[in-house]
């Protein structure tokens, strides 16, 4: 039963079905792909809510300093790239790290690798058109035209988001107002969820909150992978165009308004407030394996894949850089903390125009990345589909479009219905951390493989290092790093020393008798520096309070420890998946002394390992809930119907 499990396919019975047509349905699909397309396709999926977005809150935590992280990222997608190409080299069809798995690990790892991806494309997608939809409704409620007495085209609030976000927002507001908090001093974002939540239409007592722009959106660009590869292709060029050069304007124009006073101090916040956005500067990056799933529409895969990634990643990369420099350069990085950053920097220094520029291509650079990962997911249902662990129709291809049609149709319900109502937080983080995991596993397949003669090679192999002495003395490096330069934070992790709550956890975390004793404590602290004012807020009090002036502040109060401190269990828990990393560590170091692993694939599992470990341990349990549900799916279906089952029993 064991051995049936991780049952491999061999790359030489790949390639001869992918000649055949490879499955069930006669079709193929079409080779329409150059090194030019498979750029442009990576530059889509990679330039989208990282640069229009998430950049923002990433800036605003680790200052000018998150370039380091952008270029970390980009090294790290670089290891796991290399990666992908020696695969996608060896194995150019459709399936990506999921075909990939399959013939390092087998059968039981490749379908878990696959669920995964389902997870990481679905999710994205979500993410993607929740972005989407934001920077949409804002473009409309922009629109000026006198001539017609329109004056911004306002969407209701509850039409715009989803119901839990709109919730949580209601309850935070809540909060936040029996703090002391005006409804009129509330950030933007925690007033229109309320606003959304207050105002939404009923059905009993269920309040009817839903994303209507994000559902459009991905209709629209299911009907647009659904109709071929070609059109997809053309759509995703045009894009990129469009975005690119608003990105080269946005760099002409912005570098003039540099003021490097800014940039000091450069890392305001050390190495743990850059290292605060792995999630957001992550999920910039993701996308760039889904170009690996269109091998099979590929004119030559094995040469113009490796050279496809590669380029989108440099490319995306200093594009990046460029543009963190210059936000944080224009306005103070304590500034940036908003969801469309590169809007909002322009509006600062008065240039309306390029605010307006921004907006209509940021919806441009959604879209792209949106009809990438929507062209990719199907693909991998494909793939799985072939294999039999799917029902045969994900792999139908359209006779007269050439794509694969039922599993695209799934897809766009898959992804269309969640978007109505999922948050994008959790949704980020869940879609960041199945893509790591890929990475992982793609990395730890060409080690898997590195060694073994009768591997039918490809055109392209990562250039050989031998990592015998280089991983031990750089993890060596890294604990002497960390006793030396961050001896208190070190200590503190392995000592799970109990740190303080922050001041919006703290204060949301209060009853009212709590907030009644907060609020007696802040008069008293004012009445002796003589700041005496009415309607005090609790929140914006403590927050303006030095760390030290906080801390002492938490210490004098009445209020119990554990409202105060995070400590035992609850603050351990969140230190697992770090720990998890220590000890995979030694064991690949291990495995590098003894078998002199080759060190760029060892380099690329372990930092990405690193990020997936910076997730934290929701992340963790989110994720393994759906690969449990995943391995029931598989023993129920998929192992029954694997045609290396079924071929292994008429042998």
Same mark, same amino acid.
């Given at each position: 039963?064991?051995?049936?499990?991780?049952?491999?396919?061999?790359?030489?019975?790949?390639?001869?079905?992918?000649?055949?047509?490879?499955?069930?349905?006669?079709? =193929?699909?079409?080779?329409?792909?150059?090194?030019?397309?498979?750029?442009?396709?990576? *530059?889509?999926?990679?330039?989208?809510?990282?640069?229009?977005?998430?950049?923002?809150?990433?800036?605003?935590?680790?200052? &000018?300093?998150?370039?380091?992280?952008?270029?970390?990222?980009?090294?790290?997608?670089?290891?796991?790239?290399?990666?992908?190409?020696?695969?996608?080299?060896?194995?150019?069809?459709?399936?990506?790290?999921?075909?990939?798995?399959?013939?390092?690990?087998?059968?039981?790892?490749?379908?878990?690798?696959?669920? =995964?991806?389902?997870?990481? !494309?679905?999710?994205?997608?979500?993410?993607?058109?929740?972005?989407?939809?934001?920077?949409?409704?804002?473009?409309?409620?922009?629109?000026?035209?006198?001539?017609?007495?329109?004056?911004?085209?306002?969407?209701?609030?509850?039409?715009?988001?989803?119901?839990?976000?709109?919730?949580?927002?209601?309850?935070?507001?809540?909060?936040?107002?029996?703090?002391? +908090?005006?409804?009129?001093?509330?950030?933007?974002?925690?007033?229109?969820?309320?606003?959304?939540?207050?105002?939404?239409?009923?059905?009993?007592?269920?309040?009817?909150?839903?994303?209507?722009?994000?559902?459009?959106?991905?209709?629209?660009?299911?009907?647009?992978?659904?109709?071929?590869?070609?059109?997809?292709?053309?759509?995703?060029?045009?894009?990129?165009?469009?975005?690119?050069?608003?990105?080269?304007?946005?760099?002409?124009?912005?570098?003039?308004?540099?003021?490097?006073?800014?940039?000091?101090?450069?890392?305001?916040?050390?190495? =743990?407030?850059?290292?605060?956005?792995?999630?957001?500067?992550?999920?910039?990056?993701?996308?760039?394996?889904?170009?690996?799933?269109?091998?099979?529409?590929?004119?030559?895969?094995?040469?113009? @894949?490796?050279?496809?990634?590669?380029?989108?990643?440099?490319?995306?990369?200093?594009?990046?850089?460029?543009?963190?420099?210059?936000?944080?350069?224009?306005?103070?990085?304590?500034?940036?903390?908003?969801?469309? &950053?590169?809007?909002?920097?322009?509006?600062?220094?008065?240039?309306?125009?390029?605010?307006?520029? *921004?907006?209509?291509?940021?919806?441009?650079?959604?879209?792209?990345?949106?009809?990438?990962?929507?062209?990719?997911?199907?693909?991998?249902?494909?793939?799985?589909?072939?294999?039999?662990?799917?029902? +045969?129709?994900?792999?139908?291809?359209?006779?007269?479009?050439?794509? &694969?049609?039922?599993?695209?149709?799934?897809?766009?319900?898959?992804?269309?219905?969640?978007?109505?109502?999922?948050?994008?937080?959790?949704?980020?983080?869940?879609? =960041?951390?199945?893509?790591?995991?890929?990475?992982?596993?793609?990395?730890?397949?060409?080690?898997?493989?590195?060694?073994?003669?009768?591997?039918?090679?490809?055109?392209?192999?990562?250039?050989?290092?031998?990592?015998?002495?280089?991983? &031990?003395?750089?993890?060596?490096?890294?604990?002497? %790093?960390?006793?030396?330069?961050?001896?208190?934070?070190?200590?503190?992790? *392995?000592?799970?020393?109990?740190?303080?709550?922050?001041?919006?956890?703290?204060?949301?975390?209060?009853?009212?008798?709590?907030?009644?004793?907060?609020?007696?404590?802040?008069?008293?602290?004012?009445?002796?520096?003589?700041?005496?004012?009415?309607?005090?807020?609790?929140?914006? !009090?403590?927050?303006?309070?030095?760390?030290?002036?906080?801390?002492?502040?938490?210490?004098?109060?009445?209020?119990?420890?554990?409202?105060? !401190?995070?400590?035992?269990?609850?603050?351990?828990?969140?230190?697992?998946?770090?720990?998890?990393?220590?000890?995979?560590?030694?064991?690949?170091?291990?495995?590098?002394?003894?078998?002199?692993?080759?060190?760029?694939?060892?380099?690329?599992?372990?930092?990405? @390992?690193?990020?997936?470990?910076?997730?934290?341990?929701?992340?963790?349990?989110? %994720?393994?809930?759906?690969?449990?549900?995943?391995?029931?799916? !598989?023993?129920?279906?998929?192992?029954?119907?694997?045609?290396?089952?079924?071929?292994?029993?008429?042998?």
């Amino acid at each position: 039963m064991f051995e049936k499990l991780f049952r491999k396919k061999s790359i030489a019975k790949i390639l001869e079905d992918a000649e055949k047509g490879y499955g069930d349905h006669g079709a =193929s699909l079409h080779k329409t792909l150059g090194v030019r397309d498979l750029t442009a396709f990576g *530059i889509a999926a990679i330039i989208g809510a990282g640069i229009f977005s998430t950049i923002g809150k990433a800036s605003a935590d680790g200052g &000018p300093a998150v370039i380091f992280l952008f270029i970390f990222t980009a090294v790290a997608c670089s290891f796991a790239a290399f990666a992908y190409a020696e695969f996608a080299s060896m194995v150019p069809v459709s399936g990506s790290a999921y075909t990939y798995s399959y013939v390092a690990f087998g059968e039981l790892v490749a379908w878990i690798i696959g669920w =995964s991806l389902i997870m990481e !494309y679905a999710i994205g997608n979500i993410t993607v058109a929740i972005s989407w939809s934001d920077y949409f409704t804002g473009l409309l409620s922009s629109i000026r035209i006198p001539a017609f007495n329109i004056n911004g085209i306002h969407l209701p609030d509850w039409m715009t988001m989803d119901y839990l976000t709109a919730y949580n927002g209601h309850k935070h507001a809540e909060a936040l107002v029996n703090a002391g +908090k005006s409804f009129a001093n509330l950030d933007d974002a925690t007033r229109i969820a309320n606003n959304a939540w207050i105002t939404a239409p009923k059905i009993g007592d269920f309040h009817i909150v839903a994303d209507l722009p994000a559902l459009g959106i991905i209709i629209f660009i299911t009907w647009l992978v659904y109709r071929g590869m070609k059109e997809s292709r053309n759509a995703s060029n045009a894009m990129v165009i469009v975005k690119l050069t608003v990105i080269l304007l946005v760099l002409a124009v912005g570098v003039f308004y540099v003021d490097t006073a800014n940039w000091d101090p450069f890392a305001p916040n050390g190495v =743990s407030g850059v290292l605060k956005g792995v999630s957001a500067v992550f999920f910039a990056y993701i996308g760039f394996d889904a170009i690996s799933t269109t091998a099979e529409e590929c004119k030559n895969p094995q040469r113009d @894949l490796p050279r496809g990634m590669m380029w989108a990643i440099i490319i995306c990369t200093v594009l990046y850089v460029a543009i963190a420099l210059v936000l944080t350069g224009i306005v103070s990085y304590k500034l940036l903390a908003v969801g469309d &950053p590169l809007a909002f920097v322009f509006d600062q220094i008065d240039l309306k125009l390029m605010s307006g520029i *921004i907006a209509v291509s940021a919806v441009f650079a959604m879209a792209s990345v949106l009809l990438v990962f929507q062209m990719g997911q199907p693909r991998i249902w494909m793939s799985m589909s072939r294999d039999g662990l799917l029902p +045969k129709s994900f792999s139908k291809i359209h006779p007269k479009y050439k794509t &694969p049609s039922f599993s695209t149709i799934v897809v766009g319900f898959v992804v269309a219905i969640p978007s109505l109502f999922m948050n994008l937080t959790i949704v980020t983080d869940l879609c =960041s951390i199945g893509t790591l995991f890929a990475f992982v596993l793609v990395c730890a397949g060409v080690l898997v493989l590195q060694n073994k003669p009768d591997i039918q090679r490809g055109k392209f192999r990562i250039p050989y290092v031998n990592s015998k002495f280089i991983i &031990p003395i750089l993890f060596i490096g890294s604990l002497f %790093f960390g006793f030396s330069f961050y001896k208190k934070e070190t200590t503190a992790f *392995i000592l799970n020393t109990p740190r303080i709550y922050e001041p919006v956890s703290f204060i949301t975390s209060l009853n009212d008798q709590e907030l009644s004793t907060i609020k007696k404590e802040i008069e008293i602290a004012q009445t002796k520096a003589n700041l005496i004012e009415k309607n005090t807020d609790s929140e914006a !009090y403590l927050n303006q309070l030095s760390a030290e002036q906080y801390e002492q502040f938490i210490n004098n109060s009445e209020i119990t420890q554990e409202k105060k !401190y995070e400590s035992g269990w609850k603050l351990f828990k969140h230190k697992i998946p770090m720990w998890i990393f220590f000890f995979i560590c030694l064991v690949i170091i291990y495995y590098c002394i003894t078998k002199n692993l080759s060190l760029i694939p060892v380099l690329g599992l372990m930092s990405c @390992l690193y990020m997936m470990c910076e997730l934290g341990i929701s992340n963790w349990i989110g %994720f393994g809930i759906w690969l449990i549900v995943g391995l029931f799916v !598989y023993f129920l279906y998929g192992f029954k119907h694997s045609k290396l089952r079924l071929a292994e029993s008429n042998s």
